[in-house]
């Protein structure tokens, strides 16, 4: 009778256990498929706005605990843009716990491509690790971190492929500081670089750089999809800002920290200030060519053509004595004080009329953003 008994409870648990499974099974499935049909939504939504997401193949999977949802040979067309665009990817990979649907784990496969549509591949992006985090839903993201692992862009220029940028690590972050996706967000960006390289941007460039800028960008009205050219427009047109809270750059003996904030002029131009302060003035003058700048700039030759007027080489002389001493001319222009300890020099970096200025150096010109 007692061996009855401990058969029937065996045999009671095991249909409890399978119904458990069997339970479990059907809520993981249903759940499955509404993140599919959300999925899907998804996708219809961002067509009609002109930009279209599709896979070699795909699937779901993850069971019992998360979701997976792997996408071989991504692709993405961005048709409503001044010129259409294709970027493709390797591969990804998305998944989801099931008791934290909302926060969304990515891994991306390489290489990423982008090109204009039907031409050769102008741009490849590559990395060792490629992983982002998405808090919200794909319509709705509130908080978004991209992290890559020696990532590296290349340009093709006549069939040959050049290093544009290389780095040993990146990291990019962003969330909605107030209002909402749909209304008036303020976005928070934070970008930490380190031994980033450009030497095809800039020759001061192919020093490593370590970079970390902290920036608040005020003025959306929402993130509806649109080029950026317009966003930016509407962005001046509500009278937004560009925050930089923090900026840290260290290369080689010199560091530069600082901060401020920049506006937006009625042509697309950055304008406004920061203050920054720098240790390792002389080796950063150096770097961006600060000597060549000054020397080739209108003004120098102004005052070159003068001199020479008074006495032929006079002029020349000028140039080569503005050169070699425009890191004390700087620093006595500058205020004197002291970062980490160091001897610095605090100065202001303007931007205006599509011109940047360290002090009184012409650092470039700087393109309109609409």
Same mark, same amino acid.
């Given at each position: 009778?007692?061996?009855? *008994? ?6 009671? @648990?095991? =249909?409890?256990? /399978? ?12 759940? /499955? ?5 959300? %999925? ?19 699937? =779901? ?51 990423? $491509?982008?090109?204009?549509? #039907? ?12 992983? $982002? ?13 991209? +992290? %890559? ?7 093709? +220029? ?30 928070? +960006? ?6 980033? &390289? /450009? ?14 800028? &902290? ?14 050219? /317009? ?16 900026? *840290? ?5 010199? @560091? ?20 920054? $302060? ?5 080796? @950063? ?40 001493? =425009? ?10 004080? $002291? %970062? ?12 205006? #009329? ?14 309109? %953003?609409?």
């Amino acid at each position: 009778m007692a061996a009855r *008994r401990r058969t029937r409870r065996y045999f009671i @648990l095991l =249909i409890l256990v /399978a119904v458990v499974i069997g339970g479990w099974s059907w809520v993981w499935t249903y759940a /499955a498929g509404r993140a599919e049909a959300e %999925l899907d939504g998804w996708r219809a939504r961002e067509a009609a706005s002109g930009r279209v997401y599709t896979c070699g193949s795909e699937s =779901i999977g993850g069971y019992p605990f998360r979701f997976e949802f792997t996408c071989y040979q991504a692709s993405v067309q961005f048709r409503n843009d001044q010129v259409p665009l294709d970027v493709k990817a390797g591969g990804l990979l998305i998944a989801a716990q099931i008791y934290s649907p909302t926060l969304l784990i990515g891994e991306f496969r390489g290489p990423l $491509t982008v090109a204009a549509t #039907d031409r050769t591949p102008p741009v490849i992006v590559n990395w060792k690790l490629f992983q $982002t985090s998405v808090r919200g839903t794909p319509s709705a993201p509130e908080r978004v971190s991209l +992290v %890559l692992t020696k990532p590296m862009v290349e340009r093709v +220029v006549d069939g040959n492929q050049q290093i544009w940028l290389r780095a040993e690590h990146a990291e990019l972050h962003g969330r909605i500081a107030e209002g909402s996706v749909s209304s008036n967000p303020v976005v928070e +960006v934070a970008l930490h670089l380190s031994a980033a &390289s /450009a030497e095809a941007i800039h020759p001061g460039a192919a020093t490593p750089i370590d970079a970390e800028i &902290s920036t608040v960008l005020r003025g959306l009205t929402d993130f509806a999809p649109k080029p950026w050219p /317009a966003r930016f427009r509407e962005i001046q047109a509500a009278g937004g800002r560009i925050d930089i809270s923090q900026v *840290r750059l260290r290369q080689g003996e010199s @560091l530069a920290v600082g901060g401020g904030s920049l506006s937006l002029d009625a042509k697309g131009r950055l304008q406004g200030q920061l203050r920054v $302060t720098i240790v390792g003035l002389e080796p @950063l003058l150096k770097t961006i060519g600060a000597e060549q700048m000054v020397q080739a700039s209108p003004h120098m030759d102004k005052l070159a053509g003068a001199l020479d007027r008074f006495a032929p080489g006079l002029g020349q002389m000028a140039r080569q004595q503005v050169g070699a001493n =425009i890191s004390t001319g700087i620093n006595m222009l500058g205020e004197q004080t $002291t %970062l980490e300890g160091k001897r610095a020099v605090a100065l202001p970096l303007r931007f205006e #009329d599509g011109v940047a200025m360290l002090g009184p150096i012409r650092i470039g010109e700087v393109p309109a %953003l609409f």
